[in-house]
């Protein structure tokens, strides 16, 4: 039986080599890169000092280099802040976007030697990093897969600059260690978990048709404003909502159709009613 893959074409490679590859990213990322194993991938994200997300990503290590897969729209910024905190430390940063392609399978990728699990729920299959594209390509499986999961991504979620990696469930989608010790952004973030302050969050939606342009506005039933739609596929979206004005199952007015909130199977810790 073939094999099915899909390429993501909005996704761009850099590399890290050299002896401080880990202590720099350990410095200035919200997860732990001593999760790192062979075959094994690590979900993490670069935050402002201020806490604020900037840029989200997929960790691989194999032979002493660091896979660095991440949002092709955003790699120039985000090679730029990793050189700006690289400073005198040995490490070579690289842009291999021209070099290596992702694609992603619900199935396991055995043919490939830079394959892993999805770090973030096993229901979104795996990734692998590649220079060979397979022949046989899939079509929107993977955003459909994801948004249908109610999973967010990059800045088609995320607000740039804004939005904080606990709106987005990072925790939950194993994406930030609260043990490590310092990175950037890290005493916000913990603030904002120990003192329960995420008035926000991003939650899987139903749509009754096609989906408005990302950023609209959803409005309850008295025209008031409570949150905006984000990336959307198929007969789902994912929206930014202010958790106090929610109610999972309720109708929400959305441009021309109505959106539907409902709680994955792999959220907790937010309330049902």
Known sequence: MTQSYEI????????LKGPERKSLLQGIITNNVNHLKEGVGVYSALLTPQGKFLFDFFLLEKNEVIYLDCEK???????GKLMMYRLRSNVEITDQSEKYKII???EQLPNFDLSYEDPRNSNMGYR???EDIP?????????????????????????????TILEGHFEQLNG?????????GQEVTARMKYRGKVKK???????????????T??????????????????????ALFRLKDVTFGQQYTCGDITVTPFKPDWLEGLDDD
């Not at 749509?207 to 342009?213: M, Q």
């Not at 506005?217 to 994912?238: F, M, Q, T, V």
Request: glycine residues 10%; aromatic residues 6%.
């Open 8 to 15: 993501q074409n909005d996704r761009a490679v850099i590399t």
């Open 73 to 79: 729209e955003t790699m120039a910024q985000l090679f």
């Open 104 to 106: 992603t399978s619900v």
């Open 128 to 130: 692998a990093i590649t």
């Open 135 to 163: 022949l046989h390509l899939a079509n929107k499986g993977y955003q459909a897969r994801r948004i249908a999961l109610g999973i967010p991504e990059g800045s088609q979620d995320f607000i740039v600059d804004k939005g």
């Open 176 to 184: 930030v260690d609260f043990e490590k010790g310092c990175y950037v």
């Open 201 to 215: 969050a991003m939650l899987p939606v139903t749509l009754s048709g096609v989906a408005p342009e990302l950023g």
């Open 217 to 238: 506005d959803i409005l309850n039933e008295k025209g008031n404003k409570i949150g905006n739609l984000r990336s959307s596929c198929d007969k789902y979206a994912i």
